[in-house]
C-alpha cells in the first residue's frame, strides 16, 4: 500500500508560479513511477510529468514542457511539481500517482497508476 498526499494548490494571477508537494508513504517497492496528472471538470485525467524512481528520468506532457518540472527530496519521502508561466488553462484538480510498471514509454497511461492522492486545486486567473 503506498499512500499519498498533495498540497501547494491555490488560487494564482496568470504568469505565477506554484509549486506543488506530494507526500509519499508506504511499500516502496510497490512503485518505480511517480506522476502528476491533472483533471479539470468534466474530463479524463491527463498527465503532466512523471518521475522514474530508480533512473531519475523525467517525462512531460507538450503542455507542461519549459513551464514545470518534476522533482523528488533527497529523503525520496516528497515528490514536487514546479510549476512557473502559469496558465489559465492550467486551471485543473492536480494528483499524484505511483505506479510500478515497465516499460517507462507507458508514464502517461492513467491505468498503470494504482495509487492515486485526494488532489490539489490551482485556479489561476487572467
Known amino acids: 500500500q503506498v499512500d499519498l498526499v498533495e498540497s501547494g494548490g491555490a488560487s494564482v494571477l496568470a504568469g505565477g508560479s506554484l509549486r506543488l508537494s506530494c507526500t509519499v508513504s508506504?511499500?516502496?517497492?510497490?512503485?518505480?513511477?511517480l506522476a502528476w496528472f491533472r483533471r479539470a471538470p468534466e474530463k479524463r485525467r491527463e498527465a503532466i510529468a512523471s518521475?522514474?524512481?530508480?533512473?531519475?528520468?523525467?517525462n512531460y506532457a507538450d503542455s507542461a514542457k519549459g513551464r514545470f518540472t518534476i522533482s523528488r527530496d533527497s529523503a525520496e519521502n516528497t515528490v514536487f511539481l514546479q510549476m512557473n508561466s502559469l496558465k489559465p488553462e492550467d486551471s485543473n484538480i492536480y494528483y499524484c500517482?505511483?505506479?510500478?510498471?515497465?516499460?517507462?514509454?507507458?508514464?502517461?497511461?492513467?491505468?498503470?497508476?494504482?495509487?492515486w492522492g485526494q488532489g490539489t486545486q490551482v485556479t489561476v486567473s487572467s
Open positions: 508506504g511499500n516502496r517497492i510497490a512503485y518505480n513511477h
Open positions: 518521475l522514474d524512481t530508480k533512473s531519475g528520468n523525467t
Open positions: 500517482a505511483a505506479g510500478l510498471f515497465y516499460p517507462p514509454t507507458r508514464w502517461a497511461e492513467e491505468g498503470v497508476y494504482a495509487f
